[in-house]
T-cell receptor, first 114, second 114 residues
Framework: NAGVTQTPKFQVLKTGQSMTLQCAQDMNHNSMYWYRQDPGMGLRLIYYSASEGTTDKGEVPNGYNVSRLNKREFSLRLESAAPSQTSVYFC?????????????FGPGTRLTVT | KQEVTQIPAALSVPEGENLVLNCSFTDSAIYNLQWFRQDPGKGLTSLLL???SQREQTSGRLNASLDKSSGRSTLYIAASQPGDSATYLC???WGGGATNKLIFGTGTLLAVQP
């Protein structure tokens, strides 16, 4: 059981470039999430998917798009990267969309935009 | 808007000491509260999830309490060890609905000195 996996682990982009962060989970979880973590700001939710085929905005969605490709995979796309998107990105999943299920996190993607 | 605060931001203790980490939240209408551990450069590991109907949850040397009326949770670590050194984060759900979207505190960085 790999849990939640993320690729790539590190990425450097130039301003204006695009890229997709990949996330997959093998726990048969319904709900998946994308967070970003910045010094002094803590973790903030970017987008989430309560179930396959549904996505919704979180706290800081501007500049990002997501795709829930299937039950296992949830990708995050930066269409035109900006230095303000330099951050560590975490994907997470939970068993259900209900309110009493633990979230399990991936190891993160460290993104630098120059 | 729900806000989550963790004080102190950093804590250093000698090995073997018992310690308490604090988490405060502004909106007491929470469904649960989750404590996480984050090692440097790594993702988050779920430690404990306390449901709103519970007052305490225990796992090994860890004990988490929840007082919704006062908007507080504490994480008690007994007989601390150098391996406990990490950042500890608490998080509560926000936004209502059926999805467990989380708001995080900014964490307490714990250093246990051998």
């Amino acid at each position: 059981n790999a849990g939640v996996t993320q690729t790539p682990k590190f990425q450097v982009l130039k301003t204006g470039q695009s890229m997709t962060l990949q996330c997959a989970q093998d726990m048969n979880h319904n709900s998946m999430y994308w967070y970003r973590q910045d010094p002094g700001m803590g973790l903030r939710l970017i987008y989430y998917s309560a179930s396959e085929g549904t996505t919704d905005k979180g706290e800081v969605p501007n500049g990002y798009n997501v795709s829930r490709l299937n039950k296992r995979e949830f990708s995050l796309r930066l269409e035109s990267a900006a230095p303000s998107q330099t951050s560590v990105y975490f994907c997470a999943s939970s068993a259900e969309g209900g309110l009493n299920y633990e979230q399990y996190f991936g190891p993160g993607t460290r993104l630098t935009v120059t | 808007k729900q806000e989550v605060t963790q004080i102190p931001a950093a804590l250093s203790v000698p090995e073997g000491e018992n310690l308490v980490l604090n988490c405060s939240f502004t909106d007491s209408a929470i469904y649960n509260l989750q404590w996480f551990r984050q090692d440097p450069g790594k993702g988050l590991t779920s430690l404990l999830l306390i449901q709103s109907s519970q007052r305490e949850q225990t796992s090994g040397r860890l004990n988490a309490s929840l007082d919704k009326s006062s908007g507080r949770s504490t994480l008690y670590i007994a007989a601390s060890q150098p391996g406990d050194s990490a950042t500890y984060l608490c998080a509560v759900p926000w936004g209502g609905g059926a999805t467990n979207k989380l708001i995080f505190g900014t964490g307490t960085l714990l250093a246990v000195q051998p």
